[in-house]
Each structure stands twice: as structure tokens, then as C-alpha cells.
């Protein structure tokens, strides 16, 4: 048996088509849905990630600013520029690009983003939201995960998912969304004891803990969902996910390809956050 590989640019085109009309939809009412990215220091990968980022607003008809600010930026520049976007009537949505330099708070200039305005939902506020259900500002990389197994007709309801990975900008949330749609939820970690017997269990695996193929064909039970939210490079250039793809392939149901999926279904999730925003303040007709 060999795991169906999940379609990720089909799943994105089709989502972004949608995405382009209803930006279009806002423009002939006069609104521009507008995202502000502010990348600080020279890091390679997050100066990639903001091209990407650049590059989909216009293929869907968002407007983009980026703020490239140097290294050396001080704390203070910092929030003076996050206050003056959040003031700003032609910006929806302010992204930050993590990680920052050592020397900036990552935490103070997160609480300084205005909740209405954190397409990352990154925000305290927005985070306790989706602890608590109610409805808001949904997480980039969860959300388009949740996304991709409805759109192959994976049915979560009643199934045991397990997530590999507790960071807050993937692993919990996830979680959290998992459990929204009615999942069975355990969540492994690097202190998790018998992991491959948990994993073994899942109908749905993701797994995102950011080690080089750390997942293989005997952590996987026979026909299950796999997704490798994961991305890293090998010594000799290659880019794997957190998943050995080609074990793994062979045990699975449906397996998500590195790169190609998670990636841009990221980012498309993204763009819908900032159209979103746009339409939660369009002002209310008359």
C-alpha cells in the first residue's frame, strides 16, 4: 500500500480563487484589504518567508507593505512603528516575523498588536478565544491544517488525532482546533514516554516538533493521516519535514508532501486572516 500524497497547490489554488473574489468583492465597495510585515535583522529563512508572503498578497489582490528594519532596531522603534499600523485606517492586518534579535521582547511587542489586526493570532486575546470557542482571528498553520483534511474528505469527528509538538504557535492550537471539530485529541512531546504506541493509535497524525524526520514508518498506524507540518534542511541542502516521507509513505493513508503543503496553506491562511479583518471593519451599511 502506498499513502495517497495530498494535492497541497490544488487545495491552495482553489482556496486562493476564493480569496481573489472576495478581496474584489471589498475593493468595489471601496475597501483595500491592506497586511503590514515587519521583519527585523538580515535571518535568511524569515526574509524568504516575507518575500512569499509579499508575493501571495498580490497574486490575490491584497495590498502589502514591509518594514525591513535593521538588526540593531531598539525596542522603542519598534512599538512606535507597531502603534502607528495598528492607528493606520488602510492596514487590516500587522504580521512581525519571528524570531526577533535577542535583545527585542517578543512578548511585549505581541501584546502591543491590536487583537483586531493579529492575522497570526498571536495576541493573549486571541489565543483565549480559541481556548474558550469563541469565535475570532484563527492560527496560520493549525487552521490550514484543519483546511486540508476537510478539503480530502477526512472526516475528524470521533477520531483519535495526535498531535507531536506542543509549541504555541503549532502544536496547542492545534490541538485546540482538533478538539473544536470533535476530535479525540493526545498531544506528545519530547518527555512523552512509549510515543510510538501512542502514535500508533492516531487516524490523525501531525506532527510538528521541528527534528528531521523523526517519524517513521513504525510510529504510524496503517492507513492514517498523516501531516508533517515540519521543515528543515539536511547537510546536503535537501528539505525534509519531520516525517521520513518515503517509511512513511508506505504505511499511511494520505501523507502531505515537504515542501508543497503545510507551507503555502500557511500562508493562504493568512491572506483569508487579513480578509477577514478587512471585512470585520468595513463599516456596517446603512
Excluded: W
Excluded at 487516524?203 to 516538533?209: H, P, Q, S, T
Excluded at 517519524?215 to 498506524?221: D, L, P, W
Excluded at 547537510?235 to 519531520?242: A, E, I, Q
Aim: include cysteine.
Amino acid at each position: 500500500m502506498t499513502a495517497e500524497r495530498i494535492n497541497g497547490k490544488q487545495i491552495v489554488a482553489e482556496i486562493r480563487e476564493q480569496i481573489t473574489k472576495q478581496v474584489q468583492d471589498l475593493v468595489r465597495n471601496g475597501i483595500q484589504p491592506g497586511l503590514a510585515v515587519v521583519l527585523v535583522g538580515d535571518d535568511p529563512a524569515s526574509a524568504v518567508y516575507v518575500r512569499n508572503k509579499e508575493k501571495s498578497c498580490a497574486e490575490v489582490g491584497i495590498h502589502s507593505e514591509v518594514y525591513r528594519l535593521p538588526a540593531s532596531t531598539s525596542q522603542g522603534e519598534l512599538m512606535e512603528l507597531i502603534g502607528r499600523l495598528n492607528r493606520d485606517a488602510n492596514i487590516h492586518g500587522i504580521l512581525v516575523q519571528l524570531p526577533l534579535p535577542e535583545h527585542l521582547n517578543e512578548e511585549a511587542v505581541i501584546d502591543a498588536i491590536s487583537v483586531d489586526k493579529d492575522v497570526d493570532c498571536f495576541h493573549p486575546a486571541n489565543v483565549g478565544n480559541l481556548m474558550i470557542g469563541k469565535p475570532g482571528m484563527l492560527p496560520c498553520t493549525p487552521s490550514g491544517v484543519i483546511e486540508v483534511l476537510k478539503r480530502i474528505g477526512v472526516g475528524i469527528e470521533g477520531n483519535h488525532a495526535v498531535v507531536v509538538g506542543r509549541s504555541n504557535i503549532v502544536g496547542k492550537p492545534m490541538a485546540m482546533l482538533l478538539l473544536r471539530e470533535n476530535a479525540t485529541v493526545t498531544v506528545c512531546h519530547s518527555r512523552t514516554p512509549n510515543m510510538e504506541e501512542i502514535t500508533k493509535q492516531a487516524d490523525i497524525l501531525v506532527v510538528a516538533v521541528g527534528r528531521a524526520q523523526i517519524i517513521e514508518a513504525r510510529h504510524v498506524k496503517p492507513g492514517a493521516v498523516v501531516i508533517d507540518v515540519g521543515m528543515n534542511r539536511l547537510d546536503n541542502g535537501k528539505l525534509v519535514g519531520d516525517v521520513h516521507y518515503d517509511s512513511v509513505a508506505q504505511v499511511a493513508g494520505h501523507i502531505t508532501p515537504v515542501p508543497g503543503c503545510v507551507g503555502p496553506m500557511t500562508i493562504t491562511m493568512l491572506l483569508q486572516n487579513t480578509l477577514q479583518a478587512a471585512q470585520n471593519m468595513a463599516p456596517t451599511p446603512r
